[in-house]
């Protein structure tokens, strides 16, 4: 997308950002896709005030956090500052800081147990905010890595909506980093399908094309915007 397709830019895309926007376009348009199905999450974890503003005065308004307390210090200045951001937790969520995450995040991308369900619930209802809600799914079925195993996918989904009742807006994944990461992606669209899911929050920077031409309505970039991490 240029700058002179963008109703709010005020300053030159950032260079990064410029290539992504190109590159989703190029993507949506291979596999007859509309970019509007596509929301590009800017992972701003690490980067500070200085390195997210340009990028918000580039005219981006959705923004990726993975840790609570990093968001909770440095998004609130700038949300005041510029109208309309949109944050999500893209990073595991734990138990005690369901409050902070509902008062603070508009989606929350890692649900993947019981106990967040029922704080996420209990905090729904008091705040009377309702993030939109991803479930994690552990496509590699790694140990280490957060998420609910994919042959225990449906019976989660059916228990968050029915014992916590919770609305569940779709599913995410993290592909293992050594593996092709389509085959990753295809499965968690078809689990999505078969439970009524219409948004899947996959493809990082050195992948969201492919996650594009899979489905993917939320793709979470970070590096590819604002460089490598320290
Ligand atoms: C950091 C992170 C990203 C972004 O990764 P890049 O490779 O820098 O684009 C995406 N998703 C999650 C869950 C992350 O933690």
């Known amino acids: 997308m ?18 992504v926007e190109q590159e989703i376009a190029r993507a949506c348009s291979d596999c007859g896709r509309d970019r509007a199905e596509v929301t590009l999450i800017a992972v701003s974890k690490t980067f500070g005030p200085d390195a997210i503003t340009p990028v918000i005065a580039a005219g981006q308004r959705v923004f990726g956090e993975n840790r609570v307390q990093e968001a909770k210090a440095k998004w609130p200045a700038l949300m005041e500052a510029y109208p309309g951001i949109g944050l999500h937790l893209i990073g595991p969520l ?3 800081k369901a409050k902070e995450a509902v008062a603070l995040f508009d989606a929350i991308h890692s649900v993947d147990r ?11 209802e008091s705040q009377k905010r309702q993030p939109e809600l991803f ?21 989660f989904i059916r228990r968050c909506r029915e014992t916590y009742g919770l609305s569940i807006a779709g599913l995410m994944c993290i592909p293992p980093v050594d593996d092709a990461p389509a085959p990753h992606f295809a499965l968690t669209a078809k689990i999505a399908a078969r439970n009524g899911l ?4 996959m493809g990082m920077s050195a992948d969201f094309a492919t996650a594009i ?5 939320h793709v979470r970039v970070g590096s590819a915007i604002f460089g490598h991490r320290g």
Not at 135 to 155: C, F, L, R, Y
């Open 2 to 19: 240029t700058p002179e397709h963008r109703s709010d830019v005020t300053m030159p895309l950032p260079s990064g950002l410029a290539a």
């Open 213 to 217: 031409r899979l489905g993917a309505t």
């Open 114 to 124: 019981a106990s967040i369900c029922q704080a996420l619930a209990k905090e729904i």
């Open 135 to 155: 479930v994690q799914i552990n496509t590699g079925e790694e140990p280490q890595k957060a998420g609910v195993a994919p042959h225990e996918a449906d019976d």
């Open 198 to 201: 219409a948004k899947l929050s």
């Open 94 to 96: 734990q138990s005690n």
